[in-house]
């Protein structure tokens, strides 16, 4: 078995960004035109006035200032409401391969490796660009890596069972290193139209490189010390988009062909099982919460950050110990954790000890252990 580092990790960042106050205006513009359109209706109480949003009200729900999307016009459209991406043909890289080598390149970069060195490609995201061929074979294409790539899907939590598959390939030789990436374009399955959702993802891709310690040459290396995965079903959180759609037509532009979730009840029952599951995979590897430096969690909303951080901690989190990015990205599912380990990992001293969580639907939950080389 052989030790196993994260040797590099790399970001891409769309180009636009929409603002709460950008994206609230647009919203409140199609509340009061379908209010207007449905004013009859509504007076004969057949129909539900909708509310507006406000950006104070996003921010103090969430966290969120602000996300970067791969398409800003569609989205703020009130007659759309939707990002316009444009069909490619089978010829061209698609949009999803297009952002996982955007930051796959940066990883391999930081890694100190070529695409000679990598022997294996995962994309692990919450939203796959099609059922087939898997897009991290379009991206093995794309670099020009020897080997094997497949795609998977935990939502939320893909990264960090991405790194664990990565990790498993390598430790047992079946790979000398493994470039995991995450490319989410999660505003593609968000419902514009949701008061209570609207608001919530942004797009962005992540990459890691996860190799051999014993040929990494990096200077931004973290051993691996472990990894521990949990997964219990709910119904709290889910898109039941998929290929299945057009045999019942009843269903076809159903809410629930979009994101949806029942918020409240996911705060209240995955918080507690992601302390949980963080305190029991550092007891199992002999460590102390204490020992503990930095965590990079999920970026999915800020008071859940703080309420995990407290529960470990029996104390509030310093910013330094639980550094939030989603205040600029929002919730960009699996890349989130992944940004803010990118972000924030080199200030960190040798032998710092660090844990990358991600957390989200299924329930599903991973942990990852890092100790600074």
């Known amino acids: 078995m052989h030790n196993v580092v994260i040797s590099g990790t790399g970001l891409y960042t769309p180009a636009n960004s929409i603002s709460n106050e950008e994206l609230v205006e647009s919203f409140n513009a199609y509340v009061r ?11 004969r109480g057949e129909v539900e006035a ?3 949003s406000s950006a104070p009200f996003i921010e103090k729900a969430s966290g969120i200032k602000s996300r970067f999307v791969i398409d800003k016009e569609g989205i703020l459209d009130p007659q759309r409401m939707v990002p316009r991406i444009a069909e490619r043909s089978n010829d061209e ?3 999803l391969c297009e952002m996982a080598v955007g930051a796959a390149k940066q990883a391999l970069e930081r890694a100190g490796k070529t695409v000679a060195d990598i022997d294996g490609v ?3 995201c919450s939203n796959l660009q099609r059922a087939y061929p898997a897009v991290a074979i379009e991206v093995q294409a794309a670099l020009g890596i020897n080997g094997f790539g497949y795609d998977m899907n935990v939502a939320c939590s893909s990264a960090t069972f991405g790194i664990q598959a990565a990790t498993a390939a390598v430790q047992t030789g079946q790979a000398r290193a493994v470039l995991m990436v995450n490319p989410e374009i999660c505003t593609g399955h968000l419902n514009f139209r949701d008061r209570d959702s609207h608001f919530i993802f942004g797009d962005a891709a992540t990459a890691v490189i996860i190799e051999r310690a014993d040929q990494a040459t990096s200077q931004y290396q973290w051993d691996v010390v472990g990894t521990k995965l949990l997964t219990q079903f709910s119904n709290n959180i889910r898109n039941n988009f998929g290929f299945l759609n057009r045999a019942a037509e009843e269903g076809i532009g159903q809410r629930d062909k979009l994101f949806v979730q029942e918020g409240r009840k996911v705060f209240k029952d995955v918080c507690p099982m992601v302390a949980e599951l963080i305190g029991e995979h550092l007891a199992e590897n002999q460590l102390n919460v204490s020992d503990v430096k930095r965590f990079w969690l999920h970026q999915a909303n800020l008071n859940m950050n703080l ?6 901690l029996g104390r509030d989190a310093e910013p330094h110990e639980a550094p939030v990015i989603l205040d600029t990205y929002a919730n960009t599912s699996s890349a989130g954790s992944v940004i803010a380990f990118h972000k924030h990992q080199d200030d960190l001293p040798s032998g710092s000890l660090g844990v990358l ?6 329930y599903s939950i991973g942990s990852v252990i890092l100790r600074k080389h």
């Open 33 to 43: 035109q379908f209010n207007t359109d449905n004013a009859a209706a509504i007076e």
């Open 50 to 52: 909708l509310t507006e």
């Open 122 to 124: 995962i994309v692990a």
């Open 93 to 95: 890289w698609g949009i």
């Open 307 to 312: 309420l995990i951080a407290r529960k470990l």
């Open 357 to 362: 969580s991600s957390f989200g639907a299924g």
